[in-house]
């Protein structure tokens, strides 16, 4: 009896280590998820140059590698997020550079940068951002006064920014950046929204949800005015690819 308990035991163990020199076979719905991944609008525009090694098992994904900032960490983990099939994503992307301290002029520019650069209205007239004692300074060109206010009104709305002097001229012949009629996926689009969100002072303290399809974004979570809300609305509804938002955030 003894024996053969011995050598169910040891028959048991062989399974065991059978099973872990097994290396786990990635499924085509991981397959397909990094695939989605590599051809989303984020990652072939803003993380082309950053070095992400993409692992996905039963949508369980995990990220390593090197990004250039935090900025692009944050963006890698929303667009996997946002991707159907993934149930959680570890992130374990490390950061090029040494972040600048939070609300320095450096940690200020950045975050103006980023955000302008979400949003369709402005994202196609480069900027020159500069920034002291957390006034910023915009310079450049745009082809309208509308624009130009607009990017103000935009830049103020920053976390950490104090004040706003746009000395960005008017003219019909600024060089613009933008790709018309470029198709962006909803993955993106969700990860573009929610760090817009996060990065205007009139909407980062809301916990939001944000599911997009077909480009049409919903936006669920609880906003502390009307004022708020429709903030919320008008800040993803700028975001480049947005065909519509639903907005279905409550207020308190």
């Known amino acids: 009896m003894k024996k053969t308990k011995y050598s169910i035991s040891l028959l048991l163990a062989a399974v065991t280590l059978l099973m872990l020199s097994v290396p786990v076979q990635a499924s085509p719905m991981d397959d397909r998820i990094e695939a989605t991944a590599r051809n989303s609008y984020v990652f072939k525009t803003f993380l082309q140059n950053d070095d992400i090694k993409i692992e996905s098992i039963e949508g369980y994904v995990t990220l390593t590698g090197i990004v250039a900032d935090n900025f692009n960490k ?24 040494k972040p600048p301290t939070a609300n320095s002029d450096a940690w200020i520019r950045d975050k103006v940068q980023d955000t302008l650069v979400f949003h369709r209205s402005v994202s196609g007239y480069k900027a020159e951002i500069g920034v002291k004692d957390g006034i910023v300074t915009l310079r450049g060109e745009t082809t309208s006064s509308a624009q130009k206010d607009l990017m103000t009104e935009y ?42 969100l996060l990065y205007h002072r009139s909407t980062s303290a809301i916990n939001t949800k944000v599911e997009t399809r077909d480009g049409n ?23 480049d690819g ?6 279905r955030m409550t207020i308190e």
């Not at 944050?74 to 550079?97: C, F, H, R, Y």
């Not at 919903?218 to 700028?238: C, I, P, V």
């Open 74 to 97: 944050s963006l890698a983990q929303e667009t996997m997020a946002g991707i159907p099939g993934v149930k959680n994503v570890d992130n374990w992307l490390a950061v090029k550079s």
């Open 155 to 196: 830049t103020k709305d920053v976390v950490g920014v104090k004040g706003v002097n746009n000395e960005m001229t008017v003219t019909k012949t600024a060089n613009t950046k933008r790709t018309v009629g470029q198709k962006i996926d909803d993955a993106s689009i969700t990860a573009q929204v929610k760090i817009t």
């Open 217 to 239: 974004v919903t936006l669920y979570g609880k906003a502390g005015s009307a004022a708020e809300k429709d903030l919320a609305t008008k800040f993803a509804g700028d975001v």
């Open 242 to 247: 947005v065909n519509s938002v639903n907005n």
